[in-house]
């Protein structure tokens, strides 16, 4: 696939996401910020919890998992943003194509989310954290990402 003049490149991990856009054309793209955002998040031992995954439990031995966490919780929420954003940029006419890129866990909490609209948009997924390079790194890693 090639990626159209105005696509919007939407990155994401757990803490981090980038909005970039195409204003390039279809053969040498030319990424450019339009937004980002930070999450501040402790781990989650910092918030309640040291082992992850195990509680205390009364009346029997043992313990069992428990329910996300305050981190994952945020985590999830904070991937809910990126795709309202998205759909936010839909409803305006300006999101027409959308390629995605995220951790693996984040794509994932992200596609439950989507919207009509943003599937609609939605040219590309990406299972990789590409949220902590260069912008020209990441343009590398879209153009062979989507490579027909």
Not at 95 to 106: E, G, H, Q, R, S
Request: aromatic share 2%; hydrophobic share 35%.
């Amino acid at each position: 696939m090639k990626l159209p003049n105005k696509t919007i490149v939407a990155l994401a991990d757990g803490g981090r996401q980038l909005l970039l856009v195409n204003q390039g054309d279809e053969q040498i793209i030319d990424l450019r910020h339009v937004d980002h955002d930070e999450l501040d998040n402790p781990p989650a031992r910092e918030q309640g919890r040291s082992k992850p995954g195990q509680f205390q439990a009364s009346g029997h031995a043992g313990g069992g998992p428990e329910g996300p966490d305050k981190h994952e919780r945020a985590e999830r929420r904070f991937a809910e943003r990126m795709v309202e954003k998205l759909s936010s940029l839909a409803a305006s006419g300006t999101l027409k194509n959308l390629v995605i890129a995220a951790d693996p866990k984040t794509l994932g909490e992200m596609r439950g989310c989507y919207t009509d609209p943003v599937r609609a948009a939605l040219k590309h997924e990406i299972p990789k954290d590409l949220t902590k390079l260069p912008i020209k790194d990441i343009e590398q890693a879209i153009t062979a990402w989507t490579a027909d």
